[in-house]
């Protein structure tokens, strides 16, 4: 009887050898091992080359992997710079007899509100809301009484920085003018009319909501002067 061929073993120094030398299993157990994992990876690309050959005949295109979402904030949106100022204003009125009626004004947008303007470099916010109410108004003198509060506004430019958002904080304070005192509106400081209203109507002549806490403040504390 002839002896059955001998099997081959792998080169010296390939990792398969390095396997048999070093790992406890049989030679016969590792070759057997090897051959299997041939086997398998011959099945996969037969596999993989019967897909395409389908595709190919069917006319499909291989898909594509979804693209991950982008993730959020990556790319921010660039702000608007935004231009942040204060100013100071006043709220006026005056005593006929027993009679007291407050000073508002058309402004550039064609609303009725009470003057307003920048506060100097220097000067206190104060002196700015004096100045201002009487620049705009044309009165010849008021007092002051109080402070009134303060708002804060969004809106954009239309004579200095044309178009420019601006974010402007407004302080308010209570002035009384002279006794039948007249109102001559600048139109340099783009004041074009002006009016006395009775005290029981200026809150429904303001025309911005946010002036309705300041209008109220000024309110109670002209009813308090006068009892």
């Known amino acids: 009887m002839m002896a059955p061929p001998l099997k081959s073993r792998p080169p010296c120094g390939t990792p398969q050898m390095v396997d048999l030398l070093t790992?406890?299993?049989?030679?016969?157990?590792?070759?057997?091992?090897?051959?299997?994992?041939?086997?398998?990876?011959?099945?996969?690309?037969?596999?993989?080359?019967?897909?395409?050959?389908?595709?190919?005949?069917?006319?499909?295109?291989?898909?594509?992997?979804?693209?991950?979402?982008?993730?959020?904030?990556?790319?921010?949106?660039?702000?608007?710079?935004?231009?942040?100022e204060i100013s100071a204003g006043g709220i006026v009125f005056r005593r006929s007899g027993n009679n007291v009626a407050f000073a508002v004004m058309k402004d550039s947008y064609g609303k009725w509100t009470f003057p307003k303007g920048h506060v100097e470099n220097g000067e206190d916010i104060e002196e700015a809301a004096a100045r201002e109410t009487l620049e705009e108004l044309g009165l010849d003198e008021i007092r002051l009484l109080d402070y009134l509060g303060k708002i804060d506004i969004w809106f954009r430019d239309k004579f200095h920085k044309k178009g420019q958002l601006i974010h402007k904080d407004i302080h308010y304070y209570l002035f009384e003018a002279k006794e039948n005192s007249e109102l001559h509106p600048d139109p340099d400081e783009h004041v074009y009319e002006a009016k006395w209203v009775p005290l029981s109507k200026v809150e429904r002549v303001s025309s911005y909501p946010d002036m309705v806490p300041i209008v109220k403040a000024a309110l109670n504390l002209v009813k308090a002067f006068k009892k």
């Open 23 to 84: 790992r406890k299993e049989s030679p016969l157990m590792l070759l057997s091992s090897l051959h299997r994992r041939n086997i398998k990876q011959a099945s996969i690309l037969k596999t993989k080359q019967r897909e395409k050959s389908l595709r190919e005949r069917m006319n499909l295109k291989k898909p594509k992997a979804p693209k991950p979402n982008k993730p959020l904030g990556e790319k921010p949106a660039k702000r608007e710079p935004v231009s942040r």
